[in-house]
């Protein structure tokens, strides 16, 4: 992943000195577990983990140098390792296992580490999300449908919305990280044939992985999942993005980005003030997307393994997981430091429209008077058109209409703001509980420093 779209607390999962640093504590956990059982000496797993390398920057590189020679990467680190080591013990280094142990249970330790960090900051957008939502829950907006002024809704009420959706993404990725949360060191076929299974136990209860049945790698429907719960949550980032997109627009212009003091919009025209975090959310989404094909197409493998997924994964698991966590991260300043200019949405709602927000109101008290429905509906339709060619308002033509039998209070009535917007506790009350999970910690479990 470019720096640019990466923050470091995820980015460093997935650097080459985290991953054989991965790598090298599953190896020495599966020593120790040998020992536990007493197959090996004790002494010896003590004095292989005293003196293995440190994996750094050089150490990565010498791999790469042994990796020219091998064409195989866990063979050269092992070399790498055994050689640095040179002392009867690192004999045990790598002893029954198969390359695939080390990568798929190391794999899923980072991205157990990995699914903590996007929880973290999915629950800080629906936090930010729930407090917006509850502070502008009673603030008139014209809802919209077809991109055309439809009824009145409330600000709060469309960021509710989009907290319940974040919400379900939550859960979603909570899933995919309880399904991820696995390892295997089961050999060559996932026979245990040279392992015994209780080696592998120690080494993921070690790491906070549950062991699975496998066959030579752990099944890639897995993988999947934390695809597609990344891109789910990208597309909700992409719903409010575009929602404050179309609501930034000069001739609507009810919400804003926030824009800093040295901030410039266009390299050319001073006054832009352009959406620009937001366009880049939606960009993102549409990557992440693209992720989720090949990562079901890893799922069918060949017989016990082949390796047509460890191309694609070096390559869409790290970038998915970078782009994700940026991505909820940012909207998260975003909908924190939104500008909503309440006096614009209320001057769009009651005097661009031309009051045609209330358009079904009028009907209703039509056909409550007695008229026939669909002749109240062309009554309502012929005057709402004639309110826009005119450039009068809604009421205005009603009440200058022959056809329209309405006494003064029911036309207060239908073009009453408040009855239509009663009942905008509802989407209060569905918001109790959301979050509660926050006092609930996602702790990475395991962890290796590189």
């Known amino acids: 992943m470019i720096p640019r779209y990466s923050l470091p607390e995820m980015s460093n999962l997935f650097s080459?000195?985290?991953?054989?640093?991965?790598?090298?504590?599953?190896?020495?956990?599966?020593?120790?577990?040998?020992?536990?059982?007493?197959?090996?000496?004790?002494?010896?797993?003590?004095?292989?983990r005293h003196l293995v390398p440190a994996v750094d920057e050089e150490f990565c590189r010498s791999v790469a140098r042994r990796e020219q020679v091998?064409?195989?990467?866990?063979?050269?680190?092992?070399?790498?390792?055994?050689?640095?080591?040179?002392?009867?013990?690192?004999?045990?280094?790598?002893?029954?296992?198969?390359?695939?142990?080390?990568?798929?249970?190391?794999?899923?330790?980072?991205?157990?580490?990995?699914?903590?960090?996007?929880?973290?900051?999915?629950?800080?957008?629906?936090?930010?999300?729930?407090?917006?939502?509850?502070?502008?829950?009673?603030?008139?907006?014209?809802?919209?449908?077809?991109g055309m002024f439809a009824e009145p809704t409330t600000f709060g009420a469309k960021l509710a919305l989009l907290c319940l959706q974040v919400d379900r993404d939550v859960l979603r990725l909570r899933r995919a990280r309880e399904n991820i949360a696995v390892g295997k060191l089961s050999g060559a076929v996932g026979t245990y044939s040279n392992i015994d299974p209780r080696v592998e136990s120690y080494v993921c209860s070690r790491l906070g992985l549950v062991p699975v049945p496998a066959s030579q790698v752990v099944a890639r429907d897995r993988h999947a999942e934390v695809l597609w719960a990344c891109a789910s949550a990208a597309a909700s980032v992409e719903a409010i993005a575009t929602e404050v997109r179309l609501l930034h627009r000069s001739e609507v212009g009810e919400v804003q980005e926030s824009f800093g003091s040295?901030?410039?919009?266009?390299?050319?025209?001073?006054?832009?003030?352009?959406?620009?975090?937001?366009?880049?959310?939606?960009?993102?989404?549409?990557?992440?997307?693209?992720?989720?094909?090949?990562?079901?197409?890893?799922?069918?493998?060949?017989?016990?393994?082949?390796?047509?997924?460890?191309?694609?994964?070096?390559?869409?698991?790290?970038?998915?997981?970078?782009?994700?966590?940026?991505?909820?991260?940012?909207?998260?300043?975003?909908?924190?430091?939104?500008?909503?200019q309440e006096q614009r949405m209320m001057d769009n709602l009651m005097d661009r429209s031309l009051g045609l927000v209330f358009s079904q109101s009028v009907l209703l008290e039509l056909v409550e008077s007695g008229a026939e429905r669909n002749r109240a509906y062309r009554i309502v339709q012929r005057d709402a058109a004639l309110a826009v060619e005119r450039g009068k308002t809604f009421r205005e033509v009603l009440e200058e209409?022959?056809?329209?039998?309405?006494?003064?209070?029911?036309?207060?009535?239908?073009?009453?703001?408040?009855?239509?917007?009663?009942?905008?506790?509802?989407?209060?009350?569905?918001?109790?509980?959301?979050?509660?999970?926050?006092?609930?910690?996602?702790?990475?479990?395991?962890?290796?420093?590189?």
């Open 262 to 340: 040295g901030q410039k919009g266009s390299s050319a025209m001073p006054h832009k003030r352009n959406p620009i975090l937001s366009e880049r959310l939606c960009g993102i989404a549409r990557v992440l997307r693209g992720y989720v094909v090949p990562g079901l197409e890893d799922i069918a493998l060949w017989h016990e393994r082949d390796i047509s997924h460890s191309s694609v994964e070096r390559v869409i698991l790290p970038d998915a997981c970078q782009l994700a966590y940026y991505s909820f991260v940012k909207c998260t300043e975003l909908v924190e430091n939104l500008v909503v």
């Open 70 to 146: 091998t064409n195989h990467d866990v063979a050269a680190f092992v070399d790498v390792v055994q050689a640095a080591v040179a002392a009867p013990c690192a004999s045990w280094f790598h002893y029954g296992m198969t390359s695939s142990d080390v990568v798929d249970t190391a794999l899923g330790a980072t991205l157990l580490e990995a699914t903590d960090l996007l929880i973290t900051a999915l629950r800080g957008l629906r936090a930010a999300l729930k407090r917006k939502s509850i502070k502008y829950m009673h603030t008139p907006i014209a809802g919209r449908t077809h």
């Open 16 to 48: 080459d000195a985290a991953r054989m640093a991965r790598w090298l504590e599953v190896e020495l956990l599966a020593v120790e577990g040998w020992a536990s059982i007493g197959r090996i000496p004790e002494k010896d797993a003590f004095e292989l």
């Open 401 to 450: 209409d022959g056809e329209v039998n309405l006494e003064s209070d029911s036309l207060d009535r239908a073009f009453s703001l408040e009855r239509l917007l009663l009942h905008m506790d509802r989407f209060a009350e569905a918001l109790k509980g959301i979050g509660d999970d926050d006092d609930d910690p996602v702790v990475s479990s395991g962890g290796v420093d590189a």
